[in-house]
């Protein structure tokens, strides 16, 4: 008899066997990117980056997965509110513990982004609400349309499937036929993959690498993910109106501009030939939701071994202007 032709172990429901009531008061997370999160050294610095060192437990449950169990629900809150985290550079996502998490349990980012170059004559809340949809569910829109506007995009707050690509620019065919190129920004997010902008992981492996998985279960799991988000893009038939605030400051948190090799390597030798003003450079592993009362900040970086100092950009633009993909 080999190993699979055991019978299976069945654990007795039985509350002694159960730790609902400790986990009432915890989140549970996945790194999107294992290869670059170490677990261990996440479970250890992520408390002290919250503040809450003496006051959380951390578990690691998988490569990918783990559990964070608060002393106290403000604490839990104050995490959670300030989502998306990161970690070494790369997002990870966090949810509270659920008996019966749904099919979609940590596959999904709730993320603002910027949306620029929209065209004048097509600047309104509908057309604010299709542009965000192509990137994910829309959950809400920041704009007044009865205040001036002094920054030159709109930001809306979406549900991001972690199966698709955070995209940087998109063509609109406009009605007259003539094409515009919409650009996104994303706050508060920090490294994808230059090729399939996807948050995963930094090697050009595309959405194959994403569904290529050991375990069957998992996999399956994964490709009826992919087809679904491939499904939604063909289903435009809803008119649904967004959420609308008015306060378009809310939740505002850095942007990250991303770059490929070649521009990095070209500007880290230029940072080598002058001298510049720097701030703080973040460190390997550090983790943050990026947020920020002054607006956003253009950090630029290759791959998660390399960081470059952010400050004073040497081409004339201010810190606070964001580049487009």
Same mark, same amino acid.
């Given at each position: ?5 055991? #019978? ?43 503040? !809450? ?67 004048v004559n097509y600047y309104k809340l509908e057309t604010m609400d299709f542009l965000?949809?192509?990137? @994910?569910? !829309? ?63 930094? =090697? ?52 990250? @501009? ?22 703080? !450079?973040?460190?390997?592993? #550090? ?10 900040? !253009? ?6 071994? #390399? ?5 004073? =950009? ?5 810190? @606070? ?5």
């Amino acid at each position: 008899m080999t190993l699979c032709d055991e #019978e299976p172990l069945v654990l007795p429901d039985e509350p002694r066997f159960k730790v609902f009531e400790e986990s009432a008061i915890s989140l549970l997370g996945r790194l999107l990117n294992p290869d670059c999160q170490p677990m261990d050294k996440m479970i250890m610095d992520m408390p002290r980056i919250w503040r !809450v060192y003496d006051k959380v437990r951390g578990i690691a449950l998988s490569r990918d997965k783990f559990q964070f169990i608060f002393q106290r629900e403000e604490d839990l809150l104050t995490v959670l509110k300030d989502r998306p985290w990161s970690y070494n550079h790369w997002t990870m996502l966090l949810e509270w513990w659920t008996p019966s998490p749904p099919r979609d349990f940590l596959t999904m980012v709730d993320v603002w982004i910027q949306i620029s170059k929209i065209p004048v004559n097509y600047y309104k809340l509908e057309t604010m609400d299709f542009l965000a949809d192509k990137v @994910g569910k !829309v959950i809400e829109i920041a704009y007044d349309p009865k205040a001036s506007q002094k920054e030159a995009f709109i930001r809306a707050h979406v549900r991001l499937d972690i199966a698709n690509p955070a995209i940087c620019e998109k063509v609109l065919t406009l009605p007259t036929g003539e094409q515009v190129l919409i650009e996104y920004a994303y706050e508060k997010l920090r490294k994808r993959c230059f090729h399939c902008q996807r948050l995963t992981h930094e =090697r050009p492996a595309f959405a194959i690498q994403y569904i290529s998985h050991s375990n069957d279960t998992e996999r399956n799991a994964r490709i009826l993910r992919v087809q679904q988000a491939l499904e939604s893009d063909l289903d435009t038939t809803s008119v649904k109106m967004p959420k609308l605030t008015t306060d378009l400051q809310k939740d505002k948190g850095h942007v990250f @501009g991303f770059e490929d090799h070649h521009r990095a390597a070209k500007k880290r030798n230029l940072f080598m030939d002058r001298s510049v003003v720097s701030e703080t !450079v973040f460190n390997d592993q #550090e983790g943050s939701s990026s947020s920020s009362p002054l607006g956003p900040t !253009v950090f630029r970086m290759g791959s998660s071994s #390399e960081t470059l100092p952010s400050g004073t =950009r040497i081409d004339g633009k201010k810190p @606070g202007v964001i580049d487009p993909c």
